[in-house]
């Protein structure tokens, strides 16, 4: 387990998108609440994993963060500097260190450039090298992530979409950044691919010094990878834990309802687990339910939940969960 200094503090992120309607004068007529107040800490060196179901503002938190897209209100701070309302200039100094790596690797890589050129061009951008130098930089990566010299002169559609997220980690890799902010990079790729690029991702991570935001939309991928493990429903934490702690013993109905989706191997423990399944579609954000969000789909959910909105308390040692019948507790 990393337990290194702070290097990413976020608090009580917002970003909600307004939606307008009028033909002569803008209004805003509602908002979808994509992020909606987000707080946590990723120390350096450490995984954090960010999970939840599709809609419920992973990769727009994932873009505040960065700064690819403006927050509505909140903070961001990396190693110490606040990122939200700097500069274009300061943002694009500061980037260096903080890099992403994207879901579709079929979508994020140009298809009209060069291998060599998609990995080399954030190193000559920054300035950080030329000619010869840099193609032997190039080649250093592309023997890093597991591709050969050779692939320097090809075209991204000439690779598998294993191969294709290995260029997206060395395109990432090259200006040597603290943080990578992964927004599901296995989703797309076979199961037994998976296990390839997040075992490569876990290879790169001591030598490079990294600390990783790494998203899923299920339990079962981020378990080995994470240190850490936060629950996002309709655009809020709701757990934040421990890895090991959030699968054995989950506060959250949520949560609960997350891990029986994903089988455990010893079957005596599968018994015991306490079953939950999801009824019903994710709400929307533009309106979403009052009090607790998850009322609508709890089956321990009474009066106050759905008057009172629940605070993200801390009912273990770093054991955050937002829910007023806190389960294993
Ligand atoms: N530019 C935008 N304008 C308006 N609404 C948006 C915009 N981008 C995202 N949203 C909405 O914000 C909500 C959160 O979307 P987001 O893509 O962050 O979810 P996600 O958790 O990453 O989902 P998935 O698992 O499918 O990738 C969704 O309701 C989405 O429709
Ligand atoms: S606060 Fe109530 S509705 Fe929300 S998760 Fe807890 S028990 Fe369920
Ligand atoms: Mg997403």
Redesign the pocket.
Known sequence: MANGDPLLEVTDLIKH?P?KSGVVIDREVAR?R??DGVSFTLREGETLGLV????????????AILQL?TPTSGSVRFAGQELVGRSRRDLRAMRRQMQMIF?DPFASLNPRKRVGQIIGDPLELHGLARGGELKRRVQDLLDRVGLQAEHYNRFPHEFSGGQRQRIGIARALALRPKLIVA??PVSALDVSVQAQIINLLEDVQEEFGLSYLF?A?DLGVVRHVSDRIAV?YL?KIVENSGADELYDKPIHPYTNALLSAVPIPDPRQNAARERLVLEGDVP???DPPSGCRFHTRCPWSTDVCTSDEPPLLDHRPEHLAACHHPRNV
């Open positions: 998108f939606i979808v994509a992020v939840g179901e599709s809609g419920c503002g992973k990769s727009t938190l994932c873009r897209t879901q927004d599901e998203v939309h996002m655009g929307s954000p533009i």
